[in-house]
């Protein structure tokens, strides 16, 4: 296992959450790294990406101005904080680590994803 996400649990609408994922080998210093989601009975989605160094980002417009993605400084972890959440973000959320330094939009440009972490938001 490269990617360990964790923070996920159960609150109610309105609350925040932030996730964490923990680089365990290092691996994604120099890669761009994306926040996905997938809900029961639907396709893995993205929800937000960052870029190697944290200077672009990317949110899915679902997400914009409630959900914001960081590197941590000197640590190989990125971070979702999450405000604000509705009943519609439950999910299990994983990260991935892109192929290049940028961030991506297509899964396909993905690997070494992580085992993902439940969130569930009640109303």
């Known amino acids: 296992v490269q990617l360990q996400a964790s923070g996920g649990g159960s609150v109610q609408a309105g609350d925040s959450l932030r996730l964490s994922c923990a680089d365990l080998?290092?691996?994604?210093?120099?890669?761009?790294v994306g926040w996905f989601r997938q809900a029961p009975g639907k396709e893995r989605e993205l929800v937000a990406a960052?870029?190697?160094?944290?200077?672009?980002?990317y949110y899915a417009d679902f997400v914009k101005g409630r959900f914001t993605i960081s590197r941590g400084k000197g640590e190989n972890t990125v971070y979702l904080q999450m405000n604000n959440l509705k009943p519609e973000d439950t999910a299990v959320y994983y990260c991935?680590?892109?192929?290049?330094?940028?961030?991506?939009?297509?899964?396909?440009?993905?690997?070494?994803w992580g085992q993902g972490t439940q969130v569930t938001v009640s109303s």
């Open positions: 991935a680590k892109s192929r290049t330094a940028g961030y991506a939009i297509s899964r396909r440009d993905y690997v070494s």
């Open positions: 080998r290092r691996t994604f210093t120099n890669n761009g």
């Open positions: 960052i870029n190697w160094s944290g200077s672009s980002t």
